[in-house]
Each structure stands twice: as structure tokens, then as C-alpha cells.
């Protein structure tokens, strides 16, 4: 159901390699607010959006909890649905319930953040746990949509390349698993899970990592709701495939509200860092070419 345009993405990660920056992935982000800020921008945190009010469809302001913003033109990087179904109104929202239902969502995934009392050996900064059944794990996502039987998973160790992320001869792990959207998310589940992994990578690394664990944090389907609003818990946006292509993504203008254009992983280009700020940019330029 894939097109064979996305395998690009395969042979640029594995032929031109892939950056990582120094300090975290949070780097970029504060890269990114010093230059806004730079810019003039002002950012108010812990104002989640309530509402919105009209004028000649257009929005004119939009209102939290605590205070209300005029605006000229609204743009939407929040979760696509949420905002589409649960901030506007229904007779401005470009899509009905029916359409998101049907749109077939890419996996959400359990996550462990984990800090080491000790090094570990024969692991890299990336390393794919592939050992299993990789269709019956795509199965169990896409078909079976349940916790997948025989789990397939990776393990980020950044402190194998950079020193600030941990303590001195401690490790910094990050364990990913996919799964799929939408279903029961508890933390009986992702302890059973987190054994099956951890079980993997002690037999792999040839040594005992459970004792040594200092801190642990788990991440899930639960938790991109209640964070991000995401819908049915994805963590990936839209499913790739032929129908959820290009164009045929939810518009990035809204089709009822000449001021109101959206960016992210669920409109054009599609999921993904890169793809999200592209989406960025196309919103920009085009603001900025008709503000007129």
C-alpha cells in the first residue's frame, strides 16, 4: 500500500548517513526559539487554545483559559484532528468525523527513557532490534491492530557520541517499539513489554542491566493524547499510503476560513521532522505572497 517513492527515504539514511545534534535533539528546538525570538516573536507557554471567534470566516481572535489574541492569520501546528473536530465549530471544521475515522493512522509506539549505572557493550548510538518476524509485527500494527506477539524495536544510546547527555561512565538509553494507534494503553502493558525488551538487550549486550537502572520513564499511546491531543495516540501522523499521498493529504488551508492554514505531520509533505517544517515554510510563503 506503500508507494516506491518512500523508499528514497531508506536509501538516504542508509547512503548520506543522518546528523545528530551535539547536547540532544532539544538543541535544535532552543535553536530554533532563539531565533524566533531574535526575530520579534513572543511565545506564551501553557495557553492552550479553547476556542475561536469569527468574523466574515475569518478568524479574528483566538481565546484560552486565561486571555484571548487578535488575529490576522491563525496557524495551526497543533494535532490536525483535535483541532479540525474540537476547537472549531462543526460548520468550519474542512473535515467530518467519517473522514477521520477512515484515514488509516501510522503506528504510535511505547517508549523507554532509561539512565545506566554503567557502560554497555556492543551497542552503537543506533542499534535495530530486527531479530523477529518483521510481517507479523507489521501485522499486529496495521491488520491485527493489537500489542504486537513477537515485538521488533530499537535502542538509542546518544551517549555513545555525546558525553553531555549522561554522567561519566553512565548510559543514556532510549528504547522505542511501535505499535499501533488507538488501543488500550496501561502500565501493565508496558511493563510486560518493557521486560520483553530489556530481556533482548541484556542477552545482547552480555550483561545485566536491569539492576542497574537509575532512571526510568515510560512513554505511550495515553500519553500523546493527553500531551499532544494527538489522534487515537499516533506518534507518526498518517499511514503512507497511496491514497493519503501528496495532495491527497488534509489540506494546509483550512476550506472554510481564508485565514486559517495548518502545518505538521498530518497535512503535506507528511510525517516527520523535515516534512514538519517544510510544511512550515510552504505555509509562510504563501502568507506571504497574499497577505495582500
Known amino acids: 500500500n506503500t508507494p516506491a ?42 495557553h492552550e487554545i479553547t476556542a475561536c471567534n469569527f468574523v466574515n470566516h475569518k478568524i479574528n481572535e483566538i481565546t484560552t483559559k486565561s486571555t484571548a489574541f487578535k488575529s490576522d492569520y491563525v496557524i495551526c501546528g497543533a494535532d490536525y484532528h483535535h483541532f479540525d473536530q474540537n476547537i472549531l465549530p462543526k460548520e468550519y471544521s474542512s473535515y467530518s ?13 511505547l517508549i523507554y527513557y532509561l539512565g545506566i549505572d554503567k557502560k554497555l557493550a556492543n551497542l552503537e548510538h543506533h542499534n535495530l532490534f530486527f531479530d523477529s518476524d ?37 548510559e543514556n538509553l ?29 542477552k545482547y549486550c552480555g550483561q545485566k542491566i536491569l539492576d542497574k537502572i537509575l532512571v526510568k520513564k515510560s512513554y505511550c499511546i495515553n500519553d500523546f493524547k493527553s500531551d ?11 499511514a503512507n499510503t497511496l491514497l493519503q499521498t501528496a495532495n491527497l493529504k488534509p489540506k494546509i488551508i483550512n476550506k472554510k476560513i481564508s485565514n486559517l492554514f495548518y502545518t505538521g505531520q498530518l497535512t503535506v509533505p ?11 515554510q510552504i505555509v509562510a510563503d504563501y502568507i506571504l505572497k497574499h497577505k495582500s
Open 228 to 238: 499532544y491531543n494527538a489522534f487515537k495516540g499516533n506518534a507518526y501522523g498518517l
Open 270 to 280: 507528511g510525517p516527520g521532522v523535515p516534512p514538519s517544517l517544510i510544511s512550515g
Open 134 to 170: 518483521i510481517e507479523q509485527h507489521t501485522d499486529d500494527i496495521y491488520k491485527n491492530k493489537q500489542w504486537p506477539q513477537d515485538p521488533l524495536f530499537y535502542v538509542c544510546c546518544p551517549s555513545k557520541t555525546d558525553q553531555t547527555v549522561a554522567p561519566k561512565d553512565k
Open 5 to 46: 517513492l518512500y523508499s528514497l527515504m531508506a536509501f538516504s539514511g542508509l547512503k548520506q548517513g543522518t546528523y545528530y545534534p551535539m547536547g540532544g535533539f532539544g538543541k535544535v528546538i532552543d535553536g530554533m526559539v532563539e531565533l524566533c525570538k531574535e526575530l520579534g516573536v513572543k511565545f506564551y507557554t501553557n
Open 174 to 202: 532510549f528504547l522505542l517499539m511501535p505499535l499501533t494507534s488507538g488501543i488500550v494503553d496501561n502500565n501493565e502493558l508496558r511493563e510486560e513489554y518493557f521486560y520483553k525488551m530489556i530481556n533482548r538487550l541484556e
Open 97 to 109: 468525523k467519517k473522514y477521520w475515522d477512515n484515514r488509516s493512522m501510522s503506528p504510535s509506539c
